[in-house]
């Protein structure tokens, strides 16, 4: 911890939790502190390094957004790097190659994060960049309408892309009308409609500092880090900014008074918690091979059950030890591809199974795969078989933690969910407690107690999807929800 001189000078900001891991480059502490505006910065100094990755994460996506403005998340994060008031996009871009040409942005369904990896010396650099596109971006009515055009060749790849498509699609339909079940791009219609005061809006809206996260992990220097950030990020606002002028006042409060019912309808839609609806969705694609992708309720982002998932996950497809692996492709030779996997959100979350195979083959693919899954909950596992993929997941751990990007993420993630960061030692000592009780139990809540969601995209020369639907319901359906 920094002495009283240094809270004083920097932004008197307030470290709100400290962490100390220990690793075989000695002691690593992660701290938690507050800008004067309450923007939460999250730090891990990782003095071995050369290097350092800084990441700014917003708590906004296509979860937070309404039917008519879906995909404007995403729209910004793109208009972002079109110029600000002091750098033309073309600067942009010569000053991101200067310093590695590794910085970049992403929009998820929960999140917005721009973010960089530079060397140590050129992070003041970084640092003043990305602030300078969050807070003076031109968002010009002509720069937006050519990033349209982009975003549509964008939208047209993933339209092109099965595998991502049957994800998304399943996600619509399981998660219906809720704000979790739209695409994270938007629809070219909606994309079509923007303008560039509605990306203001949003922005004012949701850019504030109580929705931000900073992260940085890496080799810097504190002192000069925080000053810095207190210099940059300090000006954005919070959601109670001080008194607009009279005029302006006046005109937002008749747009607000008009657009009440419209914006509570939406508000409280993003506030519910999701429900889980079963279903069945198919789309018609001239593929060779169907994509088939089935879909559990599963735990939120942060659940304390998150390291009994990663090792269920492991168990039964997440590796190529996995059991549905080595049955059905290693066995059975009935595919190239078979997978489990997690998608988890602030209030929800799925278990995913993705399987490509050939039309011919799914309705054996989808008993043999039934038949692994009640093999899994009806049969003891074995010490050994546990202790082999407790330690995989083990090694995943460590291994995804010895990067600076990979530890700015983590944390990031950890203090926007949590507040807090979990250390490694912790999760690993989580880990080692697991017994095969533990794996059986969260196993039957999954797939033992629930119905699954299923979605193909293929051709429908070949296969009937009235029988994949039959089969399915006969297969994945518990006896008290056959609607689907």
């Not at 168990?315 to 190239?336: A, D, H, K, P, T």
């Not at 969260?442 to 299923?454: C, H």
Request: net charge negative.
């Amino acid at each position: 911890m920094k002495d009283k001189s240094f809270a004083q000078e920097a932004c008197a900001s307030v470290i709100l939790s400290t962490n100390l891991r220990c690793t075989g480059m000695g002691l690593i502490m992660v701290k938690v502190n507050v800008l004067k505006n309450g923007i939460k910065v999250v730090t891990e100094e990782l003095s071995y390094l050369r290097t350092v990755s800084f990441g700014v994460w917003i708590r906004v996506g296509s979860a937070k957004e309404n039917k008519e403005n879906n995909g404007i998340s995403h729209m910004i994060e793109h208009m972002l790097f079109k110029g600000t008031k002091s750098k033309s996009a073309k600067e942009i871009a010569d000053i991101i190659a200067s310093i590695g040409d590794d910085v970049n942005a992403f929009t998820s369904k929960e999140q917005t994060c721009y973010y960089g990896t530079t060397i140590t010396e050129s992070l003041p650099i970084l640092v003043e960049l990305v602030a300078d596109m969050l807070c003076n971006s031109l968002l010009s009515e002509e720069d937006l309408r050519k990033e349209k055009r982009v975003i549509y060749e964008e939208i047209d790849m993933y339209e092109d892309s099965a595998d991502d498509m049957v994800h998304e699609i399943l996600q619509q339909n399981v998660f219906k009308d809720h704000p979790l079940g739209y695409i994270i791009s938007g629809y070219k219609k909606n994309v079509r409609s923007f303008k560039r005061r509605q990306l203001i809006d949003f922005m004012e809206k949701h850019y504030v500092a109580e929705n931000i996260v900073i992260s940085v992990a890496g080799n810097f220097s504190e002192n000069e880090l925080m000053n810095q950030l207190e210099r940059c990020f300090g000006g954005i606002r919070g959601t109670n900014p001080k008194a607009l002028n009279s005029l302006t006042l006046l005109k937002k409060k008749k747009e607000e008074l008009l657009l009440a019912p419209y914006e509570e309808k939406y508000q409280q839609k993003q506030d519910e918690i999701p429900s889980y609806h079963t279903c069945f969705c198919h789309r018609h694609k001239d593929n060779e091979q169907l994509h088939i992708n089935l879909a559990y309720p599963s735990i939120p982002l942060g659940s304390d059950e998150s390291v009994v998932f990663a090792v269920v996950n492991s168990m039964l497809g997440g590796s190529n030890n996995s059991r549905l692996f080595q049955r059905i492709r290693e066995e059975l030779s009935l595919v190239y591809s078979i997978y489990t996997y997690g998608s988890s959100f602030e209030k929800a979350g799925l278990f995913h199974l993705d399987i490509t195979v050939n039309p011919q083959q799914a309705f054996r693919v989808l008993r043999e795969t039934k038949l692994v899954m009640d093999e899994f909950l009806a049969t003891p596992i074995t010490i050994e078989e546990l202790d082999t993929h407790k330690a995989q997941v083990k090694t995943e751990f460590i291994l995804g933690s010895e990067s600076a990007k990979s530890r700015m993420n983590s944390n990031a993630k950890s203090v926007l969910v949590r507040g807090y960061v979990k250390t490694l030692d912790e999760v690993i000592e989580e880990l080692n407690r697991l017994s095969a009780e533990d794996i059986n139990r969260f196993a039957n809540k999954v797939w033992g107690d629930s119905s699954a969601s299923l979605c193909v995209i293929g051709a429908e020369s070949g296969v009937s999807f009235r029988a994949l639907k039959k089969e399915y319901q006969n297969l994945f359906l518990k006896s008290t929800n056959t609607k689907a």
